[in-house]
């Protein structure tokens, strides 16, 4: 069975920090896979997509990126964290030609 | 993706049924009808989705209109721990790699 992971599960930043958030997905091959944020009290925003290895859209212009080194493992950074970035980060995937997405735990992040 | 609404807000006692509508008069012909809920502090995650006929899994029962332009999720025997926010979701097959749109949702709240 497909399982995804996050981590770390919490994080507590200084504002100007750097960032890296981790996902991995097991059990499938060529997903596609996706970042998230839901900021505290408000709806999930889509942040990253990538349909494959080095192929990544960005949805919201941000001082956050992502990367996809393998095939199921995607990665959100940032160079200078800032206080808007606090959030529940969750990461998603999906086989290619289907609508439904599966959610990992999530990192919840605190920038101070 | 046509746009769905939602009650903001339902209570439920433990142990009925929880009905949870969705109105999404603009739906497309090929467009399907996704559930998904979020447990306070986790990843939301996937309860069931159809396209015109009434659709039944070991989570939940999904009745579409005829029309379309409704549909109710039907938790049959709701437990406390089926407390959430339940987000109704409309999208295209194949609609792409790109991310889902969350909009508010309904928070069910199941009381003992």
């Known amino acids: 069975s497909q399982t995804i992971h996050q981590w770390p599960a919490t994080l507590v930043q200084p504002v100007g920090s750097p960032l890296s958030l981790e996902c991995t997905v097991e059990g499938t091959s060529n997903p596609n896979l996706y970042w998230y944020r839901q900021a505290a009290g408000r709806g999930l925003q889509l942040l990253f997509y990538?349909?494959?290895?080095?192929?990544i859209s960005s949805e919201v212009p941000q001082n956050l990126s992502a990367s996809r080194p393998q095939d199921r493992q995607f990665i959100l950074s940032s160079k200078k964290l800032l206080l808007s970035d606090s959030g529940f980060y969750l990461c998603?995937?999906?086989?290619?030609?289907?609508?439904?997405?599966?959610f990992g735990p999530g990192t919840r992040l605190l920038v101070l | 993706d046509a746009k769905t609404t939602q009650p903001p807000s339902m209570d439920c006692a433990e142990g009925r049924a929880a009905n949870l509508p969705c109105n999404h008069s603009t739906i497309s012909g090929n467009e399907y009808v996704y559930w998904y809920r979020q447990i306070h502090s986790q990843g939301p995650q996937y309860i069931i989705h159809g396209l015109k006929n009434n659709e039944t899994n070991e989570m939940a029962s999904l009745i579409i209109t005829e029309d379309r332009k409704s549909s109710t999720l039907i938790l049959p025997h709701a437990t406390l721990r089926d407390t959430a926010v339940y987000y109704c979701i409309v999208r295209p097959p194949g609609g792409g790699a790109d991310g889902l749109t969350f909009g508010k949702g309904t928070h069910l709240i199941i009381q003992p």
């Open positions: 998603a995937w999906s086989v290619g030609g289907l609508e439904t997405q599966y």
């Open positions: 990538s349909v494959g290895i080095g192929q």
